[in-house]
């Protein structure tokens, strides 16, 4: 079962763009680690071996976020920001994520810290991206408060932590992946991966993920 019939291979690639196309979403759509996609593929009778895979991931994963951004509809103008902590070779980090709306991840960023400063770099890249919001929706961090009111001072800021149910909730798919991953080697590293993974984590809503691949 093959995500799309596009015979056609990629340049200097022996696979057609359907399987890479399948096997970079099955990695980051599910929690599967790369052996487990390696299985997968053999069952459905493609022989590649799971370091091909991890090619693959880094190489296509990049193209599949913009594809997917560039053909989603604009983001609403309601946003909901959160941060959780997660552990990045034994050095606790803060994961700043942003949803809007509909559910949509906006932009992520892994700092070292969670105050006024990086509330301000976050919401800077924020809306370098997407614009002003209407609505801003965080809990009760004083950090936030700073942020907006600097940067963004015309918005509507609700703190209230029943209110951001919407981006926490986001958080599970992360906490999934951790465990999996048995933790995040790096900084970098982290930040790729799950750019690529939180909009890939909802790509059925909008389209086929080979569809994204280049032409080579």
């Known amino acids: 079962m093959i995500l799309s019939p596009d015979p056609t291979r990629l340049k200097g690639h022996r696979f057609p763009r359907s399987v890479i196309g399948y096997a970079v979403w099955l990695y980051h759509r599910f929690a599967l680690s790369l052996r487990d996609v390696e299985d997968v593929l053999a069952e459905r009778g493609v022989s590649v071996s799971h370091e091909t895979i991890r090619v693959w991931c880094l190489r296509f ?24 902590a997660i552990s990045i070779g034994g050095q606790k980090r803060w994961l700043w994520r942003a949803v809007d709306a509909r559910g949509d991840t906006l932009e992520i960023l892994i700092q070292s810290r969670r105050n006024a400063r990086a509330a301000k770099r976050f919401l800077k890249k924020l809306m370098k991206h997407w614009g002003n919001p209407r609505v801003l929706i965080t809990d009760k961090l004083r950090s936030y ?3 907006i009111r600097e940067l963004c001072p015309e918005a509507d800021h609700r703190r209230h932590k029943g209110l951001n149910n919407r981006c926490e909730a986001s958080h599970r798919h992360t906490r999934r992946r951790e465990k999996v991953m048995g933790r995040f080697k790096s900084d970098p590293h982290a930040q790729m991966f799950l750019s690529t993974h ?3 984590a909802a790509l059925f809503r909008n389209r086929p993920v080979a569809t994204a691949l280049a032409c080579g």
């Open 61 to 84: 994963g990049p193209q599949f976020v913009a594809a997917i951004r560039r053909d989603r509809p604009n983001p609403a103008d309601k946003w909901h920001m959160d941060e959780m």
């Open 145 to 147: 408060g700073v942020a």
């Open 198 to 200: 939180d909009q890939t």
